[in-house]
């Protein structure tokens, strides 16, 4: 009796099946990644007049933004607990130093940090600038800052860059010197 069965396929058909299907389904997925930042990913400040506000620094004295005598100045939104903002923090430090007339001011974010916690982290993580407390989120939310680390530059009252993610020494240099 013949077998009418066909012979069993062979391995590199199976091989390139699972490579197209799983090649397909990459791409729906970065289609998908791609659409979904686009409508809802990580908001940018918009550019034109800064909000102004007024917070706490980590001693209990207010800090107005409109009352900055600098015509450039640096915000960046943080929290302690946040790994990439930890990444930047040593960046930050330096270029501080290195730039003592453009003011970096720290806006930490974390509603569960007392400004006491977030002291002691600042001490420990060796910052430099000044660092205000915005628990309730107020200022990040008028900034429309909703991924940390994000950097925002200002000039004259208004914003003219942003960052959002890690800030390096170079790529802040490079904003600050692009607006001098």
């Given amino acids: 009796m013949a077998d009418s069965s066909s012979p069993p396929a062979p391995k590199s058909n199976f091989v390139m099946g699972l490579l197209r299907d799983w090649g397909i ?44 005598e600098e015509r450039v100045i640096v915000l960046n939104f943080w929290f302690t607990d946040c790994p990439p903002c930890r990444k930047e923090i040593p960046d930050l430090v330096r270029w501080q130093d290195e730039n003592p007339d453009v003011p970096i001011v720290g806006i930490h974010v974390d509603p569960r940090k007392p400004p006491g916690v977030v002291k002691r982290v600042s001490e420990q993580l060796g910052i430099n600038y000044k660092v205000l407390d915005d628990r309730k989120v107020v200022v990040a939310k008028a900034y429309n800052v909703t991924n940390y680390p994000t950097t925002v530059l200002l000039v004259d009252g208004e914003v003219v860059d942003a960052k959002v993610g890690v800030l390096t020494h170079a790529r802040l240099d490079q904003m600050v010197t692009a607006v001098k």
């Fill in 25 to 68: 389904a990459l791409i729906v997925v970065v289609l998908v990644f791609v659409g979904f930042n686009a409508f809802f990913g990580p908001g940018k400040p918009p550019s034109g007049p800064a909000r102004d506000f007024t917070l706490l620094d980590l001693n209990g004295q207010e800090w107005t933004l409109s009352e900055a």
